[in-house]
């Protein structure tokens, strides 16, 4: 029997529209032709990907990294990395091809390095960004987007992780790395998913914190992290929460079977289980880690 191919992708996010599953993020492979992406029924069988944004069509020249999609007036706002800067590109179609945004060949003002962004709508149709600004290691900061989704707030701009504890940095390194910000309402309460620690160490690993606004205050879960590494499986970051049918997903990546590259695609089931009184449902996975396959 033919071993199943994984999906050789990290800082995956996926994107439901209309019955199917579109899978983005970073090709370790080429990460400097452009952005893939793959397309799904199910969210685990993939079929063969294409180039959702090629080098030359929008901003950046090198290090094309975690795309997110955006949908908003019949159009479909694609949010990067490349040159370890933000930009918007923006297509009719969830595969592409994407283009800047009126022509642009610009990133998002900025006052910095900025990486690793990802879209959140509020239930009143608020969009926020959350992403990581480089200095003195990889830190998240989340801002209000401007109307027409080139840029952020600079003004609503708010600091929301640091990495802080023991696990956070689990080897001690002088630029301690939170990274892969990720926001997910849940009746009144937000929960801010995150990633520890460098994204080449085997114990990059996932948490998450709790807060009352999209901009926190935040309390971290006493029980982080949820996703750790195992015996075979190492390096799991990058966390989304995603509803497949009724089932409750997260998707992450994880380090190749041997070393760290090309990184590969995983989900495990999630649920949120009720605590105490006053205290907000506990997020947890559980279930056996499954790979994306590619068709």
Known sequence: METPR????????????????????????????GLPVWRSRDALHWEK???????????????????????????????????????????????????????SREPMASIGK??????????DGTVYIVFVRLGGGNRIF????????????????????????PWENASDANWPVVEAGNLYRRGDVYYLIYTANDFRNPKYAIGYATGATPFGPWTRHA?????????????????????VGKQLYMIFHTHAAVGVFPRRTARRKARFVKQAAGLPER?????????????
């Open 283 to 295: 997020l947890e996975l559980y279930g056996e880690l499954e790979f994306m396959v590619a068709g």
């Open 49 to 103: 990907p294409q180039l959702a944004l090629r080098r030359g069509d929008a901003y950046g020249r090198r290090g094309f990294w975690a795309g997110c999609v955006l949908a908003r007036g019949g159009k479909f706002y694609l949010l990067y990395t490349a040159n370890e800067q933000l930009a918007v590109a923006v297509s009719d179609s969830p595969m592409g091809p994407f283009v800047g945004v009126s022509g």
């Open 223 to 243: 029980g982080n992290p949820i996703q750790v590494e195992s015996a075979d499986v190492h390096g799991t970051g990058c966390g989304q929460l995603l509803t």
């Open 114 to 123: 900025e990486i690793d962004a990802d879209w959140f709508v509020d239930k």
């Open 142 to 165: 989340i801002a209000r987007i401007n109307g027409d989704l080139s840029g952020y707030e600079m003004s609503s701009v708010r600091e929301a992780m640091r990495a802080e504890l």
């Open 6 to 33: 994984h999906v050789p992708l990290a800082d995956p996010f996926v994107f439901a529209h209309k019955g199917w599953f579109y899978l983005y993020g970073t090709n370790d492979t080429a990460p400097d032709e």
